[in-house]
Nanobody
Framework: QVQLVESGGGLVQAGDSLRLSCAASGRTFSNYTMAWFRQAPGKEREFVSTITWSSSNTAYGDSVKGRFTISRDNAKNTVYQQMNSLKPEDTAVYYC???????????????????WGQGTQVTVSS
């Protein structure tokens, strides 16, 4: 079983930055592909970023490319998302997700992840 706990959300102004963290329990965190998704009110959960267990590969949703950066520290069982140049349309609940299959492949679909955190709210005012 894996437990994920997100932190770092908050209320910021357009153009500001935030850094989200996701702390994971479980002895095999280093084997998990990790990802961030987000969900705005009335919308479907949206892929944001993903990183393989070795950090050798990353991928981003089109709306955040060049502004967000995903990284991980396997020694700390933590994945991060640095979010720069935030826009009001980035407002959403951000979820951390883990793929426990050990495939070490980038995955961008909700159904490909079997562990989820409770989410952290990010609100960007204009």
């Amino acid at each position: 079983q894996v437990q994920l706990v997100e932190s770092g959300g908050g209320l910021v102004q357009a153009g500001d930055s935030l850094r989200l963290s996701c702390a994971a329990s479980g002895r095999t965190f280093s084997n998990y592909t990790m990802a961030w998704f987000r969900q705005a009110p009335g919308k479907e959960r949206e892929f944001v970023s993903t990183i393989t267990w070795s950090s050798s590969n990353t991928a981003y949703g089109d709306s955040v490319k060049g502004r967000f950066t995903i990284s991980r520290d396997n020694a700390k069982n933590t994945v991060y998302q640095q979010m720069n140049s935030l826009k009001p349309e980035d407002t959403a609940v951000y979820y951390c997700a883990a793929d426990g299959s050990g495939s070490n492949r980038l995955k961008t679909r909700v159904y490909q992840y079997n562990y989820w955190g409770q989410g952290t709210q990010v609100t960007v005012s204009s």
